[in-house]
């Protein structure tokens, strides 16, 4: 069945978007991979010897630094103040735990990336989330609601036809899926949802009002990056030529290279030979030295630097340590402003991840919640100093206590599940009178409260 006009010309205006990025996406999926080429003037590298370029792949720091970070907790419905278990199901149910990596880190380096959410044919309790390709899928959004009007996305092509041949069409009250034939895109399937909204959240990294393509996180160290790689280069070709002290003999022609027998001596023999003796008394030997490379480590070093301070990183994780291993206190102070910038993306990614909640419950109920008021919690970003905090956690909790055992768990970022767990060991405690009357004399040897409960 072949589309209509109107959505004939959608598919067009939507295609046409997403070629006009494709290039630019493609070239920052080869510049996370670090498998980009680099642009040279030509006089120091010459064509002939590209083969000895060297990236080193700060684009993949940049990246995985801010996405290794972002884990998230558990979800709260509005009025509710514990994580919601049906939230949660539905985040399990779909793998999200290893999934939202795979937005997160796309939406780090394209700048944007989207999760499309659908009926689950074989289970309607746990509505279909899934993570796609920006490089596939392109949304058009209405500037006046801030929501996707109508999205397309287009795969199934190869590496000799890379042209797509299916599409997928989303619009506010239905999902078409296409295939391309000779005459144009036919419609092959249809779910008419009526859902009053197209059923796919859109992240953006770095969001600035009324722009809607977001930008890449390596948008600023890829230049740095690309400095640093020609200075790897250079390095590699002097290893290759000038760093190697040069012999030289002035006085002898390659006759006098011989051995004890009087035969020739092959060259890299004569070149290698660890001494240097002939019976020409007007033959002159002497060495050159290698080059000094100390101005391309400073060099690098350098562009490390500018990559710390352009990015928020340590610029230990650009390879600039020192002899003695940081403190954990020195740790959390290097790590400030890495930090809060993955708290700031928390927070706009919670937003988009409670919407992506709020659809799958109108899949599931038939009814709207109120999705904007859903919240995400997130695990604490900071480099995790257990001994401390475990420390800190039981002064608050057993010296006064300041908060409750529940809350000392909060802090140490347990998930609700390794709750339940410790609750059940509580209870099964209780239930054991040696296990308790244990406990009660602990709690009393140790000074502090009883955590449990049940000593009391």
């Given at each position: 069945?072949?589309?209509?006009?109107?959505?004939?010309?959608?598919?067009?205006?939507?295609?046409k978007?997403?070629?006009?990025?494709?290039?630019?996406?493609?070239?920052?999926?080869?510049q996370?991979?670090?498998?980009?080429?680099?642009?040279?003037?030509?006089?120091?590298?010459?064509?002939?010897?590209?083969?000895?370029?060297?990236?080193?792949?700060?684009?993949?720091?940049?990246?995985?630094?801010?996405?290794?970070?972002?884990?998230?907790?558990?979800?709260i419905?509005?009025?509710?103040?514990?994580?919601?278990?049906?939230?949660?199901?539905?985040?399990?149910?779909?793998?999200?735990?290893?999934?939202?990596?795979?937005?997160?880190?796309?939406?780090?380096?394209?700048?944007?990336?989207?999760?499309?959410?659908?009926?689950?044919?074989?289970?309607?309790?746990?509505?279909?989330?899934?993570?796609?390709?920006?490089l596939?899928?392109t949304?058009?959004?209405?500037?006046?609601?801030?929501?996707?009007?109508?999205?397309?996305?287009?795969?199934?092509?190869?590496e000799?036809?890379?042209?797509?041949?299916?599409?997928?069409?989303y619009?506010p009250?239905?999902?078409?899926?296409?295939?391309?034939?000779?005459?144009?895109?036919?419609?092959?399937?249809?779910?008419?949802?009526?859902l009053?909204?197209?059923?796919?959240?859109?992240?953006?990294?770095?969001?600035?009002?009324?722009?809607?393509?977001?930008?890449?996180?390596?948008?600023?160290?890829?230049?740095?990056?690309?400095?640093?790689?020609?200075s790897?280069t250079?390095?590699?070709?002097?290893?290759?030529?000038?760093?190697?002290?040069?012999?030289?003999?002035l006085?002898?022609?390659?006759?006098?290279?011989?051995?004890?027998?009087?035969?020739?001596?092959?060259?890299?023999?004569?070149?290698?030979?660890s001494?240097?003796?002939?019976?020409?008394?007007?033959?002159k030997?002497?060495?050159?030295?290698?080059a000094?490379?100390?101005?391309?480590?400073?060099?690098?070093?350098?562009?490390?630097?500018?990559?710390?301070?352009?990015?928020?990183?340590?610029?230990?994780?650009?390879?600039?340590?020192?002899?003695?291993?940081?403190a954990?206190?020195?740790?959390?102070?290097?790590?400030?402003?890495?930090?809060?910038?993955v708290?700031?993306?928390?927070?706009?990614?919670?937003?988009?991840?409670?919407?992506?909640?709020?659809?799958?419950?109108?899949f599931?109920?038939?009814?709207?919640?109120?999705?904007?008021?859903?919240?995400?919690?997130?695990?604490?970003?900071?480099?995790?100093?257990?001994?401390?905090?475990?420390?800190?956690?039981?002064?608050?909790h057993?010296?006064?206590?300041?908060?409750?055992?529940?809350?000392?768990?909060?802090?140490?970022?347990?998930?609700?599940a390794?709750?339940?767990?410790?609750?059940?060991?509580?209870k099964?405690?209780?239930?054991?009178?040696?296990?308790?009357?244990?406990?009660?004399?602990?709690?009393?040897?140790?000074?502090?409260?009883?955590?449990?409960?049940?000593?009391?």
């Open positions: 069945m072949a589309v209509s006009l109107d959505e004939s010309n959608l598919i067009a205006e939507l295609t978007q997403r070629d006009n990025r494709l290039s630019k996406d493609e070239l920052l999926g080869k996370y991979e670090g498998a980009h080429r680099l642009e040279h003037i030509g006089l120091a590298v010459p064509p002939e010897l590209r083969r000895f370029e060297m990236i080193a792949n700060w684009n993949r720091v940049c990246v995985d630094s801010v996405e290794q970070r972002q884990r998230v907790k558990t979800f419905l509005p009025g509710e103040d514990k994580g919601s278990a049906v939230l949660r199901e539905h985040w399990d149910a779909n793998n999200l735990d290893s999934e939202s990596r795979l937005l997160h880190r796309d939406k780090l380096i394209y700048g944007r990336g989207f999760v499309v959410v659908g009926t689950n044919e074989d289970d309607a309790d746990h509505p279909l989330i899934t993570v796609e390709s920006p596939e899928l949304a058009m959004v209405d500037p006046r609601t801030r929501r996707i009007s109508a999205a397309l996305r287009l795969y199934g092509g190869t000799d036809a890379p042209d797509p041949v299916y599409a997928t069409l619009q009250d239905s999902t078409v899926w296409l295939e391309k034939s000779q005459g144009g895109w036919v419609e092959t399937d249809r779910d008419d949802h009526r009053g909204r197209v059923p796919i959240v859109m992240f953006l990294n770095r969001r600035r009002t009324g722009i809607w393509t977001g930008e890449s996180e390596m948008t600023d160290v890829i230049p740095l990056v690309d400095a640093a790689a020609r790897l250079g390095l590699q070709l002097a290893a290759e030529t000038i760093i190697v002290p040069k012999r030289y003999v006085g002898m022609s390659k006759g006098d290279f011989v051995d004890s027998n009087g035969k020739p001596l092959p060259v890299w023999e004569a070149y290698f030979g001494l240097w003796a002939n019976a020409n008394k007007d033959a030997v002497g060495q050159l030295d290698g000094d490379l100390t101005m391309f480590h400073k060099t690098v070093e350098h562009y490390a630097q500018l990559a710390s301070s352009v990015t928020g990183l340590p610029t230990r994780y650009f390879g600039q340590t020192s002899v003695n291993p940081a954990e206190g020195a740790i959390r102070a290097d790590e400030s402003r890495l930090v809060l910038n708290e700031a993306k928390n927070d706009n990614d919670g937003d988009g991840w409670a919407w992506v909640q709020g659809i799958a419950e109108r599931r109920t038939g009814a709207w919640p109120l999705a904007n008021q859903i919240k995400t919690e997130w695990h604490d970003p900071g480099t995790p100093t257990f001994a401390q905090k475990a420390d800190a956690l039981q002064k608050m057993g010296g006064g206590p300041i908060i409750s055992r529940e809350g000392s768990w909060d802090e140490l970022g347990w998930s609700d390794r709750k339940d767990r410790e609750r059940e060991y509580f099964d405690e209780a239930q054991d009178p040696y296990l308790a009357t244990l406990t009660a004399k602990e709690s009393a040897a140790d000074g502090v409260a009883d955590v449990t409960g049940v000593g009391a």
